[in-house]
T-cell receptor
Framework: NAGVTQTPKFQVLKTGQSMTLQCAQD?????MYWYRQDPGMGLRLIYY???????DKGEVPNGYNVSRLNKREFSLRLESAAPSQTSVYFC?????????????FGAGTRLSVL | QKEVEQNSGPLSVPEGAIASLNCTYS??????FFWYRQYSGKSPELIMF????GDKEDGRFTAQLNKASQYVSLLIRDSQPSDSATYLC????????????FGGGTRVLVKP
């Protein structure tokens, strides 16, 4: 049981390049999330998908797009990377039981934009 | 602005002592509270969740919730060097659906 799997684990981009971060979960969870984590800032929600077929903006959505491909997969795309997007990105999933929402995290993607 | 506040630390604790971590939140109507542990370079992992006022114990960990005062705390008894990590408090705010808002984390160092 792999849980939440993210790829790639590391990536270096040049300013203006694009890339897609992949996330898949095998726990049959309804909800999936993308966060970024910067030093001393905790985790900030970029986008989330409450259920298959729906996506919504979180706290810091600018510069990102997402696709909920199916119930298992939720991808995050950077269309034109900027140095300010250098961060560690975490994908998470949860069963989405109302008010409880225990989230399980992937191992993270460490992204550097030069 | 809905916020979750934590002291960034580091909180230095001798091995075998109790580590006490605090978290305050801005929305009195919040219902669900979580503590995650994050080792350096790793992803967050859930330690405890608590929904009702009072204490909840799980092994060496105790979560304490006081909704009237808008704080939630985490006690780590018999602290071990392996407890050295950053502890993240997370809250589901009222009317936020199931979205978590995280605090900045408290770094804990347990010294042998």
């Amino acid at each position: 049981n792999a849980g939440v799997t993210q790829t790639p684990k590391f990536q270096v981009l040049k300013t203006g390049q694009s890339m897609t971060l992949q996330c898949a979960q095998d726990m049959n969870h309804n909800s999936m999330y993308w966060y970024r984590q910067d030093p001393g800032m905790g985790l900030r929600l970029i986008y989330y998908s409450a259920s298959e077929g729906t996506t919504d903006k979180g706290e810091v959505p600018n510069g990102y797009n997402v696709s909920r491909l199916n119930k298992r997969e939720f991808s995050l795309r950077l269309e034109s990377a900027a140095p300010s997007q250098t961060s560690v990105y975490f994908c998470a999933s949860s069963e989405n039981s109302r008010g409880k929402n225990i989230q399980y995290f992937g191992a993270g993607t460490r992204l550097s934009v030069l | 602005q809905k916020e979750v506040e934590q002291n960034s630390g580091p909180l230095s604790v001798p091995e075998g002592a109790i580590a006490s971590l605090n978290c305050t939140y801005s929305d009195r109507g919040s219902q669900s509270f979580f503590w995650y542990r994050q080792y350096s370079g790793k992803s967050p992992e859930l330690i405890m969740f608590i929904y009702s006022n009072g204490d909840k114990e799980d092994g060496r960990f105790t979560a304490q919730l006081n909704k009237a005062s808008q704080y939630v705390s985490l006690l780590i008894r018999d602290s071990q060097p392996s407890d050295s990590a950053t502890y993240l408090c997370a809250v589901i705010f009222r009317a936020a659906g199931n979205k978590l808002t995280f605090g900045g984390g408290t770094r804990v160092l347990v010294k042998p």
